[in-house]
C-alpha cells in the first residue's frame, strides 16, 4: 500500500485544502444517470450513477458527509478513480441534500440507515455485483452501523464497507466541534443547518419551527433543538448514545476499511481506541498522522492517495474472494 505522503502536516490546512482542490470531471467520459428511489411512502432520494466502458468489475456506492452531497469533491474523485479501475458508481443525496428537498419533507440524521440499505438491495435486486459501500465523515458513521446492524446477513449484500474520516463516537466529536480552534467549521456547519430549517419551515411550518434558532450556537444545540425531537430521540446525548457507530464495530461481520487522519481536527483519534480493533478481524484500521478531515491530499502523484488505497482494498479482497480454498 503506497504510503501518505501528505502535501500539508498541518491539519488545518489538510482539511481546507481536501475540500476546495480542483477534482477530476469523470462526467464526460462516464455520463451521470439520476435515478429516484422511493425509501419509504412519501420519502424519495436521488443517486447519481455511472458506469464504465464493458462490464464493470463490480459496485461502490459512496455515502457523503454533513451538509455534503453527490457533487462533494471526495465523492466525485473517487468516483474517477473508480470508473478508470472498472467498477460502477452510485453516489448517493441523503434526505434533503443536492438540491433535493422536495423529494422529502424529512431530513437526514446521523444513524439514519434506510435508505442506503433500500439502495444497496435495489442494486442487489438489479444483479449488481459486489457491491461495496464506502461512506465519508458523517457518511462513514452510517455505513458502519448499517453494516453492523446487518451482521451476519452483511455478506448477502454487500462484499465490504469502507469509512473515511468517520465521526463513530458522536458526543465526543460534537465536542470537537465546538472547540475553538474548529470555529470556522463549525460556523460553517451551523449556517448550513439553519439555512435548511428555514426553507423547510416554509414547506411545512407545522414539522419546522423557527423559535429555536436564535438561540442555537453551536453543533449541540442543534441535535438537541432539531434533530433528536425530529427524529424521536428526545435529547442530543440520547442521539448521540444510540447512533453512534462505535456500538457497532463489533457486530460487523463483512470486511471494513477505517482510515482516519490522527491529526483530524473534527475527530479526536482517542475514540478509535476501541477495543473491537483488537478483538474483530474484519477490521482494519489505517491511521495517518496527517491529513486533517478528509483531507489527504499527497505531496506527489498520485495526488488523491486517498482512492488508491481504497481502490487496492477492494481489489484484495476480491482477489481474495476468488481464490481457490485449499483442501
Excluded at 464493470?56 to 468516483?79: D, K, P
Excluded at 463513530?168 to 448550513?192: K, W
Amino acid at each position: 500500500m503506497e504510503p501518505f505522503r501528505p502535501f500539508f502536516k498541518n491539519p488545518h490546512l489538510a482539511t481546507i485544502a481536501g475540500n476546495f482542490w480542483s477534482r477530476p470531471n469523470s462526467e464526460k467520459r462516464w455520463p451521470v444517470e439520476r435515478r429516484i428511489y422511493e425509501t419509504e411512502p412519501g420519502v424519495k432520494i436521488r443517486v447519481d450513477s455511472q458506469r464504465p466502458e464493458g462490464d464493470a468489475r463490480g459496485e461502490l456506492i459512496l455515502v457523503h458527509g454533513l451538509e455534503g452531497s453527490s457533487n462533494a469533491g471526495y465523492a466525485r474523485s473517487m468516483s474517477a478513480a473508480a470508473l478508470e479501475a472498472g467498477y460502477a458508481v452510485h453516489r448517493i443525496n441523503l434526505r434533503s441534500c443536492g438540491g433535493t428537498e422536495d423529494l422529502a419533507l424529512t431530513n437526514y440524521h446521523s444513524g439514519q440507515t434506510s435508505d442506503v440499505l433500500h439502495v444497496i438491495r435495489e442494486r442487489k435486486r438489479a444483479g449488481a455485483g459486489p457491491i461495496f459501500l464506502v461512506g465519508f465523515s458523517l457518511g462513514g458513521n452510517v455505513s458502519l452501523k448499517l453494516a453492523g446492524e446487518l451482521g451476519e446477513r452483511a455478506s448477502e449484500l454487500l462484499a465490504g464497507v469502507c469509512a473515511v474520516s468517520t465521526p463513530i463516537d458522536l458526543a465526543a466529536c460534537a465536542a470537537a466541534l465546538g472547540r475553538r480552534e474548529n470555529f470556522i467549521y463549525d460556523r460553517r456547519f451551523l449556517r448550513a443547518l439553519k439555512r435548511k430549517i428555514r426553507a423547510r419551515a416554509r414547506q411545512a411550518p407545522e414539522i419546522y419551527r423557527l423559535e429555536h434558532l436564535a438561540r442555537i450556537r453551536t453543533i449541540y444545540d442543534f441535535d438537541e433543538y432539531y434533530t433528536a425531537p425530529l427524529f424521536g430521540f428526545g435529547t442530543a446525548a440520547n442521539y448521540y448514545k444510540t447512533q453512534s457507530s462505535n456500538q457497532y464495530l463489533e457486530r460487523i461481520r463483512i470486511p471494513a476499511l477505517l482510515i482516519i487522519a490522527k491529526d483530524d481536527p473534527l475527530i479526536p483519534f482517542s475514540v478509535y481506541a476501541h477495543p473491537a480493533f483488537q478483538s474483530n478481524p474484519c477490521l482494519r484500521l489505517i491511521a495517518v498522522e496527517h491529513g486533517g478531515h478528509l483531507g489527504f491530499i499527497a505531496r506527489g502523484r498520485p495526488r488523491f492517495w486517498l482512492d488508491g488505497v481504497v481502490l487496492e482494498w477492494i481489489g484484495e479482497q476480491q482477489r481474495r474472494e476468488s481464490a481457490p480454498v485449499e483442501r
